[in-house]
């Protein structure tokens, strides 16, 4: 079983759709918990940081962890072309090591 | 913010010769530095962990004379891919924490190297 699960998608919305984007993850004692945004032939960047459960906004992004369930949540609200990318989770038990879902293709249509 | 700036973003060259890969943090010292590999349509994969200072760790299946990493300061490490053959073409990345304890990793934008 790997420890992070991501459904690669494609993922196609309408500019202005709320978007979902999860990953379930395996061991319950990571605390670490991170969003990247990556366009294509670029690095990722970094989106979103949260420790432990909760919720944290930054504009028009949510990051929802719910360790009971061991599943992640980043919403997009009033999705944008410019929004169009492959979304990453991570996490992390210490924050020295970490493990990565497999992306999200994320395309929003104008 | 934590910038990290990555050279040269496009190599290509000859197969049997040895490429360098520059991995810097811009604006904040960074006590360890990752450098990942990524395939088409498909998520990073850690090759290595590097501290300042210190030898590399490796993960399993990298061979570390091949890949040699070099991480001499706080600011700079580097990823030399030796002998390269086309098999070794791919898309490289690294990334680099402030501090100690947990921090997030920041990314450069990665090296495309093809190895004719």
């Known amino acids: 079983q790997k420890e992070v699960e991501q459904d690669p998608g494609p993922l196609s919305v309408p500019e202005g759709a709320i978007v979902s984007l999860n990953c379930t993850y395996s061991n319950s004692a990571f605390q670490y918990f991170m969003w990247y945004r990556q366009y294509s032939r670029k690095g990722p960047e970094l989106l979103m940081y949260t420790y432990s459960s909760g919720n944290k906004e930054d504009g028009r992004f949510t990051a929802q962890v719910d360790k009971s369930s061991k599943y992640i949540s980043l919403f997009i609200r009033d999705s944008q072309p410019s929004d169009s990318a492959t979304y990453l989770c991570?996490?992390?038990?210490?924050?020295?090591?970490?493990?990565f879902g497999t992306g999200t293709s994320l395309t929003v249509i104008p | 913010g934590a910038v990290v700036s990555q050279h040269p973003s496009w190599v290509i060259c000859k197969s049997g010769t040895s490429v360098k890969i520059e991995c810097r943090s811009l604006?904040?010292?960074?006590?360890?530095m990752f450098w990942y590999r990524q395939f088409p349509k498909q998520s990073l994969m850690l090759m290595a962990t590097?501290?300042?200072?210190?030898?590399?760790?490796?993960e399993q299946g990298v061979e570390k004379d091949k890949f040699l990493i070099n991480h001499a300061s706080l600011t700079l490490s580097t990823l030399t891919v030796t002998s390269a053959h086309p098999e070794d073409s791919s898309f490289y990345i690294c990334?680099?924490?402030?501090?100690?304890?947990?921090?997030?990793?920041?990314f450069g934008d990665g090296t495309r190297l093809s190895i004719l």
């Open positions: 590097s501290n300042e200072g210190s030898k590399a760790t490796y």
């Open positions: 604006d904040f010292q960074a006590t360890t």
């Open positions: 991570a996490m992390s038990l210490t924050g020295n090591q970490f493990y």
């Open positions: 990334s680099a924490s402030k501090g100690q304890g947990a921090q997030p990793q920041h």
